[in-house]
């Protein structure tokens, strides 16, 4: 088993998808080790996604993701990383999967419901940015 970070986004959060994007993620096979409700300020959002901060669409996600709040969860299953980011779906839910979250539950390209890990290392520092070792649960 590992672990990987998804955050449900503003977006989803105040269309209030985020209750059948966690049951999605459970029928999957996905289980909870944390769960918050947060709302992330300039500095932690520019800090977090600051492997963009040279891409031309970093200033609009930022303003985007503390645009609202987000719930963050971290949660586990056989290959966390890759079998969420198939769970998922396409970043423009135009191009995602039937069936995926955002194909169900995206409004667009830029507001796409929901944020997964893409590696294996960026999970551990994802996971840390928004949970302690003491906010993680192991069943």
Do not use: C, W
Not at 35 to 41: S, V
Not at 70 to 92: K, N, P
């Amino acid at each position: 088993m590992t672990r990987t970070l998804a955050i449900i986004k503003p977006d989803a959060v105040a269309s209030r998808k985020f209750g059948a994007i966690l049951d999605h993620l459970s029928r999957e096979g996905f289980a909870p080790r944390g769960l918050k409700m947060t709302r992330l300020n300039r500095a932690q959002a520019e800090a977090f996604y600051g492997v963009h901060r040279e891409r031309p669409f970093f200033p609009s996600l930022v303003s985007f993701m503390t645009s609202g709040p987000v719930v963050v969860v971290a949660l586990e299953a056989e290959s966390a990383v890759s079998r969420l980011r198939e769970v998922i779906g396409a970043t423009d839910p135009a191009e995602a999967d039937e069936g995926t979250i955002r194909a169900l539950y995206a409004e667009s390209k830029e507001r796409n419901a929901i944020h997964a890990s893409d590696s294996d290392e960026n999970a551990v520092a994802e996971i840390g940015f928004f949970f302690s070792k003491a906010d993680l649960l192991s069943l």
